[in-house]
């Protein structure tokens, strides 16, 4: 039986792995062009590997092997674990999976090309974010905060189209809907997540609250306002998913020093200090503006082997900086993958696993030890700094527990009933958890402008517990790793031990142990979310 098993995981890879650089290179020209032509080769391979694993008589061939089976090899009993969950997620006929296709790159095509318009020009999303980041002009800053949220408008209706199709497949499958199937073919539950959230939420409240007031009270100084007066656009990204730097000698600060770096180059310097080389993955990307183009950033794993590509569109300024450190992250978990696992393990952990390195990286972005070491900074202005520079980052994670309480929290609901007033929803959800009071009057779907809930499902929850698994490395590193000996904060973005214990801990192990046995593994211990609440306590 385990090598009629063994011959089924052959022939299923053999099948897979072609189609799946396919659909990767596929989607890589899609999004770097926005090409008519690419988004109907992404559907046409997106389609034809979904048939793969919705084949009936190819799912009951491997649950015959497996049912009631006791498989002690654990390397063929995590394939299995993963492949049937695969499998399950699957399980709808052919003309489900072209229309669910079709949907999906169809919103996905919309964002690709979308650009806004303000005050009558076609603008970008970086010069949008650049103008909510430094601008004191309260009404342009009203008009770019519109603005980012016209795409929205464009693809709500058919999100929720796709929404109600993803829960009839659910149901179909024997799921009450689709988030909640998505939920447990992760190996998360949905009850356990929350109840992380709830407590997270019960935790970092009165921390996130004191943070609030002052930051309220910093921009309402700096715009000639009562911080009651706060709206949206007062703050210094779209969706108040980054902490404004209200600070105006932080403001001035880390805008003069990224405003002439080549952002590319100091990530490369960085990475190959730690031990872990870039420069190929780099060569290979596409990381600067083009019509066309994705707005976003993201990195992709092509073929599981050495072709490893990011997609960016930098600026030289810290967010750009924050966010190469952080897809760079994604990108050495994949290329220091242990080369022979298996094909179906030659991956992260889990994907919350690979947010947490990401995580772990772009925190650097304001470390007085990075800047000095980096990019050119004189130590004793950072120390200067350092500790403005800590309240930046500890406000960014302030606000990301809060952000992504409220998105998972929306998409849950958006599950639940997808026909419910979501406008109101959203800015109930927004004034809850972040605090910022809804505009007067508007009744949008400003939700929809964000493209996760269309292109990347039920994926949101991971960067929160991405944030909580990169906290537990950090203490551990600089526990364990680093020891007494020497500065632990220096030493974390300089020392090749760190490359080296990620590496062999967290890398090359690839997919083989279920999450929580991974992070034990990495760190011996499970899952401990209070070193995060110690991190933003302090």
Known sequence: MLEELQAFIREHVAAIEPLEKAVSLAYWHFTTTGKKEYEQEVTRLHVALRKVYADPARFERLKSLTDNQIINDQTLARQVTLLRDLFTGNQMDDETIEELTQREVAIESIFNTFRAELQGKKVTENELKEILRASDDLELRFQAWQASKQVGAQVAGPLIELVELRNEIAHSIGFENFYRMRITLQELDDDELFAIFDELDRLVSPIYRNYKADLDAQLADRFGILPADLRPWHYSDPFFQDAPAADPAVRKFLADTFAHQDIEALTRRFYRTIGLDVD???????LYERDGKQQHAYCMHVDRKDDIRILANIKPNDKWMGTMLHECGHAVYDKYLDSDLPYLLRQHAHILFTEAIAMLMGRLETDPHWLTTYAGVPGGEAQLLADQLWGQMRGQLLIMSRWVSLMSRFERALYRDPR?????????????????????????????AKIHLGTTPVYYHNYLMGELIASQLRS????????EDGNPGYRFVTDPSLGHFLTQRIFRPGALRHWQDALEFATGERLRPQYFVDQVRT
């Open 420 to 448: 419910q007033d979501l406008n109101s929803l959203w800015w109930d959800l927004e004034e809850r958890f972040q605090m910022v009071p809804r505009p007067e009057g508007r009744d949008a779907p400003d939700w929809a």
């Open 476 to 483: 551990y590193v600089e526990t364990h790793i680093f020891g």
């Open 280 to 286: 190929d993955v780099l060569a290979r990307s596409d």
